[in-house]
């Protein structure tokens, strides 16, 4: 598989509505985003089928679109894959219930899960978090950038980093073994004007 360099995730508790995360997910195509995450930690499984539906209807078909945790409704809503982390259902029991062509990402944060995730059928690892990031309530260790490094040396499958990435910072991290950065917090202020300023510096 082949990720672009900007791996955008929209948190629906960064939205007031449905409306509101649609437009913001529509501006982040309109900038040239391939790649969209949704994820909602509410809970609420008929508010996140509804809009999960209403992101894949807004889209067409070249935005890859990945349920965050929930392979059931990644399915459901006909998402291009979902991303699980450790405290979710295993990797390769996701993969039996997604099938083999949909994109399976899988969280890690150290070197042994990092190792375990290797040897699973995930299609990338994600590794984090790289910085401080604001976007969880009780985050893993930070990393940082040595930690992306020994995570590239780990594994030959296509690396997402995470946590604290901001404009300011996003290079460092390719040039550390990243394959692809993924950014909540940063694509918020004016999403497309964000996006596109990220997509200009990850060239």
Known sequence: MHLPRLYAIVDASCFGDTRALRMAVEELASAGCTLIQYRNKSGNARLMLEQARELKTSLDGSIHLIMNDR??????????????GQDDLAPDS????????????VSA?????????DQTSADYIAIGPVFATSSKSNPDPV???????????????PLVAIGGI???????????????VAVISDLLPDPR???EEFLRILR
């Open 109 to 117: 944060h150290h070197r042994e899960q990092v190792r375990e995730a």
């Open 94 to 105: 996701v993969r039996r219930i997604i099938g083999p062509r949909r994109w399976l990402g």
């Open 193 to 195: 004007k964000s996006a």
């Open 166 to 180: 901001i404009r300011g910072n996003a290079r460092s991290v390719i040039a550390a073994g990243a394959d692809s």
């Open 71 to 84: 392979s059931d409704l990644c399915l459901a809503a006909d998402f291009d894959g979902v991303h699980v």
């Open 143 to 157: 990393v940082g950038l040595e930690g992306v490094r020994r995570t590239r040396e780990l594994t030959r499958k």
